[in-house]
């Protein structure tokens, strides 16, 4: 039979297999001998031990469409990072940390901004625009009021998708929603991984629906990324409304911070592009340079 590994830990791998449910595996001897490591995302196929304990062994691993570096999963489609607009404040430098990230290893992402029963208007219309120069969709959510909840899980049908914020924002508020809707294998897979009860310590998957290949990725709630292991002359192609205009600055492979005629800079004196963004760079082009 053929899964998804939804959660390793302690040389287990925990596969979730569609209408089966979820089977408790250790991966062959074989692997280790060739040096490959089962990830969390993996497509697998198990050799199952016992029907009734739902046991089995990872005999095979299907070829990885993407590997992230952090968190350390496989076939991912996108990712969905959320802040709270409120309590916590949003941490803007953090979230474009992540989304340098994300850019480095080529994953797709969505900005979700939850818990917007808590402000206003005005103040949801200016996270907009911070980000309305890139190329990100931005969703506003409440997982108290339901708010964007279906615009969100059609952004999630059919993929499986990393959720990754800091502690507080409602990340796991939001997954309970995205559950509610899930039959028996839900409470199969929460009493068995033991869901619920503390916050997320390891990475892992989510199923929220019985009939198709749609997965969540719930990660542990992080306060600092650190920036992957890339050169400052890089960074500018992390930030794609910059790498856009990049080749109308004067000087090839321009660093956006003190050369003459630098688009970059000429646009942003105009207000076409966000000065909290600019400014996010410049510490982290600073930090990339000690």
Known sequence: MTGKIIKGIAGFYYVHIIGQG???CRAKGIFRKMG????VGDN????????EDKT???VSIQDRKSTLIRPAVANVDQAITIFAVKSPEPNLNLLDRFLVMMEYQKVPVVICFNKGDLTDDDYLSELKEIYSFTDYDILFTSAKTLEGQEELKMRLKG????LAGPSGVGKSSIINTLQ??????????SKKLNRGKHTTRHSEIVPISDNDNSYIIDTPGFSAVDIPDFSK????????EFDKVSDKCRFAGCSHISEPDCEVKRLLSEGKLSKVRYDNYVKLYSELSC
Do not use: A, R
């Open 159 to 162: 993929k499986t998708t990393v």
């Open 22 to 24: 979820i089977y408790e």
């Open 180 to 189: 509610s809707d899930v039959l028996m294998e839900t409470g199969e897979i």
């Open 56 to 58: 089995g062994n990872v």
């Open 36 to 39: 490959i490591k089962p990830l």
């Open 44 to 51: 697998v196929e198990v050799e199952v031990i016992s029907e």
């Open 233 to 240: 002359e890089d960074l500018s192609s992390c930030f794609t």
